[in-house]
């Protein structure tokens, strides 16, 4: 993905309105907008949002992990799977 095609200045956006949602949906790549030149504010379709999201999550549920190894708050697979069965 090439970020520098996919900058257009805010006036764009106002006069192209539709053809940016269209776009956003079909190419599945963000937009920058900017004002008075700089880099205001990123749009994408829902589609890549909601896969960013997710991809966050996962690499927050990682990062947690990663913690907890760290500091010793682990336990062995079977130990775990032992206490699980005794209390069935």
């Known amino acids: 993905m090439k970020l520098s ?5 805010i006036s764009y956006l106002k006069s192209h309105t539709a053809e940016v949602v269209r776009n956003l949906g079909e190419v599945r790549e963000p937009l ?7 880099a205001k504010v990123v ?6 949002y909601e896969q960013t999201q997710e991809t966050m999550a996962l690499l927050k549920i ?3 992990g ?19 069965r005794k209390r069935s």
């Open 5 to 9: 095609t996919q900058i257009k200045p």
């Open 32 to 38: 920058i907008i900017t004002q008075n030149g700089e």
């Open 43 to 48: 749009i994408q379709d829902i589609e890549s």
């Open 62 to 64: 990682l990062a947690l």
């Open 66 to 84: 990663n913690r907890q190894i760290e500091e010793g708050e682990v336990q062995l697979a079977a130990d775990v799977f032992d206490r699980l």
